[in-house]
């Protein structure tokens, strides 16, 4: 389930197997019109288009449409519908006056548990894709609990990723501080 379409697998091979025939310039055309016909699409999904598995297998059914159309997809999700609700509402519980570091550690999960989900309905459909939480990325933010905000996102492996014709399906809300610590953006973030 973790291979390239069908479509980039036989371009590529076109392309290499042309090479040693076809002069090159000819070959750099035929690949920068294979690019400007594939699109890289980001798209977020909340919690209300998420909120349950029937919907997630929705979302999961138009990324495929997109992914088979042959566009490179990065997906953002966020916890199902409620989910972050019922994780704030355990850690204030737990302590009114909660450690923010651990807070974050706690609500973060939801989207976790969402993108890890849409990962495996894409998977089932024929669909290469994989789930990266904000510390895989990485999304470097800032050390402000709850409420973080991003300072710089690397995305050298998801390209990779990417051309290997894989859909990225990232955990939203989240990042890591400098501390190496899990950091929220905050509600909506």
Excluded at 83 to 112: C, F, I, K, W
Excluded at 113 to 129: D, N, P, R, W
Excluded at 161 to 183: E, S
């Amino acid at each position: 389930m973790d291979t390239p379409p069908l479509h980039h697998k036989l371009a590529k091979q076109a392309l290499e197997a042309a090479q040693p025939v076809v002069p090159s310039h000819i070959c750099v055309l035929v690949a920068r019109a294979l690019e400007e016909t594939m699109a890289r699409i980001v798209a977020k999904f909340g919690g209300t288009s998420v909120a349950d598995l029937d919907r997630i297998r929705a979302v999961a059914d138009r990324i495929k449409r997109e992914y088979d159309a042959g566009h490179q997809i990065a997906v953002v999700v966020s916890a199902m519908a409620g989910v972050t609700n019922g994780l704030v509402e355990l850690t204030r519980d737990a302590h009114p006056m909660h450690d923010a570091r651990e807070y974050d550690v706690v609500v973060s999960t939801g989207e976790q548990v969402t993108a890890g989900l849409l990962a495996i309905c894409l998977q089932e459909k024929g669909v290469s894709a994989r789930s990266w939480l904000g510390w895989q990325i990485p999304i470097r933010t800032s050390d402000a609990h709850a409420r973080a905000r991003i300072e710089q996102i690397d995305i050298a492996e998801m390209e990779r990723r990417f051309t290997d014709g894989q859909v990225c399906v990232i955990a939203g809300f989240q990042g890591i501080g400098a501390d190496n610590r899990i950091t929220t953006l905050g509600r909506g973030g």
